[in-house]
């Protein structure tokens, strides 16, 4: 064993003798750094070390939480006896099962670049400016933000069936946003990047793509309110399906009642040519891991196949509740682990299938349309509603891309958009933790100002 898995391994015995029937242990050991550019000028750079341990005590089925920080004998005894008080205290809950039993864990390459132990606060400093050189690079732009965040940790998980192992975890996120003026007319360009690797390409391209779209925006048009063939950028994709399949799915959230995809498992919710999976186990996709949250052995998960939902995402208790195995899909916060709360049902990184067409090719099939890169808009998972204001869009006339719009929304049902796709994309990109395609909706509403 590690020291973190004895320390893991000691503070579920520590537990099981307080008298809790199960219990889960992480210990985690993390580092994050830093630098933030604002309107160009160095805004912060950071350090932050956060070693840390959490326990789940569950007494009657009824849980108790509690962290303490650092990996101290005493300050971990402590939050133990909390966490056991607290679920002591607690009613009993008939719908609670079981832990994950102790499985072998999977090998999962891709989720620790060594590369990144050695980055010093410097570095983060040295990769925004560069951030900002690339995407400063034209007159017309009159203000940069950007920021570059590396971290890495290593979490060990142990639980009261016998499970106890580790893993080690690196990630490097990028972010850049420009605006661009030209007279009286400005427009913000954004663009991001995620790996577990240090990936320096990603460096330039993530400035070098915001300025890009900054620049195209300054020219812009109005639309009338109406009906509009969509495309949709894999940007506007990874922020809108994250949430529409990752949070629609959620199995509590079926089970709750309060998800627009509750009694729809097994039944067509979407076009055939549209399929999603879950999968934790690419390489050096923020998402990935060996085991989730809760111990269970990553594998992919088919969620949507040719249209029809196959499957929701659970946890171990929710997965109790519905008499199934869990789907592995208890997340402990983001690319490296958090101690400081309890784990939650989420996706690991969402895959969405490929066709057979190009993004040239939806544009040049598109006669009256709007090309949609970047919304910041929630659906409502509730209703399966979806409005929100287009950030980023473009008109599509006559199969070719116009200028930017202006004021303008888009407004659609869920369901009906996933049955609306008509066309997909070959060419997949990792946008916001999902890896997709550019597809097109045959028809949107589309409010404008004209």
Not at 125 to 148: F, H, I, Q
Not at 155 to 177: H, T
Not at 191 to 199: F, H, I, P, T
Request: include cysteine; proline fraction near 3%; hydrophobic fraction near 40%.
């Amino acid at each position: 064993m590690t020291d973190i898995e004895e320390t893991a391994s000691r503070a579920v015995a520590r537990a099981i003798k307080l008298g809790v029937s199960h219990c889960d242990v992480l210990v985690a050991d993390s580092k994050f750094i830093s630098a933030e550019i604002e309107k160009g000028s160095i805004k912060q750079a950071s350090v932050i070390t956060d070693p840390g341990v959490a326990i789940r005590a569950f007494v009657r089925g009824s849980p108790g939480f509690a962290y303490c920080t650092g990996h101290n004998p005493s300050s971990v005894g402590k939050a133990v006896a909390y966490a056991v008080t607290m679920a002591k205290a607690g009613t009993k809950d008939p719908d609670f099962k079981d832990l994950p039993e102790k499985s072998k864990v999977r090998r999962v390459d891709g989720l620790f670049d060594s590369r990144i132990r050695l980055l010093e606060p410097d570095d983060a400093v040295a990769m925004v400016m560069e951030v900002a050189d690339a995407a400063g690079t034209d007159r017309r732009v009159s203000s940069v933000n950007a920021s570059v965040g590396f971290a890495l940790g290593e979490v060990a998980l142990a639980n009261s069936n016998g499970f106890c192992s580790s893993q080690k975890m690196s990630s490097l996120d990028v972010v850049s946003e420009v605006v661009a003026t030209s007279g009286a007319v400005m427009f913000s360009g954004y663009d991001a990047g995620s790996s577990r690797k240090l990936d320096r390409s990603m460096i330039d391209m993530v400035g070098r793509t915001a300025r890009e779209h900054a620049i195209k925006g300054l020219k812009q048009t109005k639309i009338e309110t109406g009906d509009y063939a969509l495309i949709l950028d894999p940007m506007a994709i990874g922020f809108v399906f994250s949430t529409a399949i990752g949070g629609g799915a959620n199995a509590d959230s079926v089970q709750r009642k309060r998800s627009y995809l509750a009694d729809s498992c097994g039944k067509t919710i979407g076009a055939e040519a549209f399929s999603v999976i879950d999968d934790p186990t690419l390489e050096w996709a923020t998402g990935s891991r060996s085991f989730d949250g809760e111990g269970v052995p990553s594998r992919k998960r088919v969620v949507v196949d040719h249209g029809v939902l196959r499957s929701y995402l659970y946890d171990s208790y929710s997965a109790g509740k519905d008499g199934i195995a869990s789907t592995g899909n208890s997340s402990r916060g983001g690319s490296v682990w958090s101690y400081r709360h309890p784990p939650s049902i989420s996706t690991s990184n969402m895959v969405i299938g490929k066709g057979d067409s190009s993004l040239e090719e939806m544009i040049e099939e598109t006669k009256n349309g709007v090309y949609l890169r970047m919304t910041f808009d929630y659906p409502n998972l509730a209703t399966g509603e979806f409005s929100g204001l287009m950030m980023e869009s473009y008109s599509v006339r006559n199969g070719e891309v116009g200028p930017s719009i202006r004021q303008s929304t888009v407004g659609i049902g869920l369901l009906e958009m996933f049955k609306r796709i008509d066309m997909v994309g070959k060419k997949r990109t990792n946008a916001f933790g999902v890896l997709t395609p550019p597809l097109r909706i045959s028809e949107a509403r589309v409010g404008g100002s004209a």
